[in-house]
């Protein structure tokens, strides 16, 4: 048992027993840019691709919609469609100024404090999850290396010259399907320190969110237009850091993602093992005093061993999310468990369907709600049935499972205000598409007792989705390194849920910030390693909300 059981127990707990350092005071006035700061590197504009036509996100968002290419499909980026999904997955899109329930509300009409709006959701909103493209001769530059600057929406070349040969040999011989046939990479990287200054021991389970988020946004986002993109999480860590020059305790690569280009193929060249190219710009850091945390070094290494040792065909039908065929407990009352063995009278949910929403405008609309729930509304049970398909279908898809075969992540629901459905807490069961009671009555007083800040209205919004991923089982079966799937996995349900909500035109808002015990407890889940992750909060909002458009100002 690896360092990561120990590390997953600690995060599970922290409600009650706060993980270390327990003093910890976050000194804003010298925290780090929401981003790497290259100065001395060439910079490229990307092309404007706002007028590029939108597509409906619905194929994106439901398993095996009309769109979705199968896993053999090999359609192709451009440099269009690339600029396109990272400027509506990772750029600068607008800025948050509407009035809200959270703690930055005073310090946003203040440009050094000005919060900007991005069509990915980040833990914390501090985003510390790095872009890099890898391109080769079949690409519309000259091959090399580049950093994509989120602030300028450009592209910074850091290295000169074809390094993709580097990239496949780190990727290994049994990479999945498709990813050495390509000179196209894009390379996620994450500085811990762009989160650990606020986060500081947590930092290492919200940044593997981070990762999540933005790899479902890709998926949705490539989906919806035909493409498929899946991450490697699984590949020779310390090499691929050696070409991007950094110090892999500080700044690590988490993921590759292979593009397949539009054109004719390139044949891929060798080259020679001897030279090892590296970056030499170096991120330039803004924070004076930079802090290390013990735990989060820990896990760098714990989740660094075996990252080359890819895992077998198959190792994670054993961790698998667990289904309704046999339920662990019957529907129960807050004080009493009922005596239905089946668990209860299901309650069958509506097909679920999306509207036409486009997938650019379901990213530029996306927000979190902060305490804007209004209750009075309630949500239609067929807007519930179709985030949870949505959430429910949510596959990384990556080389531990290509094929898409095993769903790590189950979804329950507490039900505050939905038509039709009676208050309680159930189980989403998406081959049925209906939901089994697991607790009744209303749940709005354990859903506000049980969060840590005050920044949402739990009691107010029409459901509270709660996925959990048997984080410890995901561990067994593929070792340490599992655990950045494992919380990715939740990362990404937590992407889908805020782009489900807002092609829906429904608030959301999804939080980390809650006693994960005493949600187990409430859900019958404490014997077992089923583990909630976050909580994710769904409803309509007060009608005529105070805000600003600030691109008219």
């Keep these: 048992m690896g360092y990561a059981h120990e590390y997953a127990h600690a995060v599970l707990h922290r409600g009650r027993v706060p993980m270390e350092p327990t003093d910890h005071v976050v000194n804003w006035a010298d925290g780090p840019r929401r981003g790497k700061f290259y100065p001395d590197a060439e910079a490229f504009a990307l092309p404007d691709t706002e007028d590029l036509a939108d597509v409906p996100v619905a194929p994106g968002l439901l398993p ?7 896993p053999g499909a090999r359609p192709g980026f451009g440099l269009p469609l690339l600029s396109a999904m990272l400027k509506d997955s990772y750029g600068l899109t607008g800025r948050r100024l509407g009035v809200q329930a959270n703690t930055d509300l005073a310090g946003l009409p203040f440009y050094p404090h000005a919060n900007w709006s991005r069509g990915t959701a980040g833990g914390g909103g501090l985003y510390p999850v790095s872009v890099h493209w890898a391109s080769g001769p079949s690409g519309p530059l000259v091959p090399g290396l580049h950093y994509y600057d989120v602030q300028r929406h450009a592209l910074q070349r850091l290295l000169t010259g074809d390094v993709t040969g580097r990239v496949r040999e780190a990727l290994g011989p049994d990479a999945p399907d498709g990813a050495l046939d390509t000179d196209q990479y894009l390379i996620l990287g994450v500085k811990y320190w762009q989160n650990s200054f606020k986060y500081n021991s947590f930092c290492f389970h919200v940044v593997c969110t981070d990762l999540g988020t933005l790899a479902q ?13 899946a991450p490697v999480l699984w590949f020779d860590e310390p090499a691929l850091n050696g070409l991007l020059g950094v110090a892999g305790e500080e700044e690590t690569v988490f993921a590759v993602v292979p593009l397949h280009w539009d054109g004719p193929p390139t044949e891929t060249v060798r080259t020679d093992p001897r030279h090892r190219p590296a970056v030499r710009h170096r991120d330039v850091e803004r924070s004076r005093t930079l802090l290390d945390f013990p735990q989060v070094g820990a896990m760098h290494r714990a989740t660094l061993e075996g990252a080359a040792a890819r895992p077998a065909p198959g190792a994670l039908a054993a961790a698998a999310a667990r289904t309704d065929a046999a339920p662990r407990d019957a529907a129960r009352t ?19 369907a999306f ?10 609309e996306r927000r979190s709600s902060f305490g804007r729930f209004d209750a009075r509304r309630e949500v239609s049970a067929g807007y519930l049935s179709a985030v949870l398909a949505a959430c ?11 094929a898409g075969e095993h769903r790590l992540a189950r979804l329950y629901a507490f039900v505050n205000h939905v038509e039709g459905i009676g208050r309680g807490a159930y189980a989403y069961d998406p081959d049925r598409g209906d939901l ?20 949402y209205n739990l009691e107010q919004a029409g459901a509270v989705l709660v996925p959990t991923v048997r984080t410890t089982a995901v561990l067994d079966a593929v070792g340490d390194r599992g655990y950045r799937l494992a919380v990715a ?3 990404a349900v937590a992407q889908g849920f805020y782009l489900a909500a807002s092609a829906l035109g429904l608030g959301a808002g999804v939080a980390l910030g809650f006693d994960n015990v005493s949600y187990a407890e409430r859900l ?30």
């Design 64 to 70: 095996g919609a009309a769109g979705v290419p199968a």
């Design 217 to 229: 946004t890709w998926r949705i986002w490539a989906a919806a237009r035909g493409l498929r993109l």
């Design 334 to 352: 807050d004080t009493a468990r009922t005596d239905a063995a089946d668990g209860g009278v299901r309650v069958a949910l509506p097909a679920p």
């Design 355 to 364: 509207p036409d929403t486009g997938v650019r405008r379901a990213l530029r």
């Design 392 to 402: 429910a279908g949510t596959r990384l898809a990556g080389d531990t499972d290509p």
């Design 436 to 455: 089994r009671p697991v607790v009744t009555g209303p749940q709005g007083a354990f859903l506000q007792e049980n969060y840590f800040l005050a920044n």
């Design 489 to 491: 996995t939740a990362g």
């Design 524 to 553: 019958g889940l404490a014997d077992g390693d089923e583990a909630p992750l976050l909580i994710m909060a769904l409803g309509h909002e007060r009608p005529g909300p105070a805000d600003f458009r600030h691109e008219i100002a």
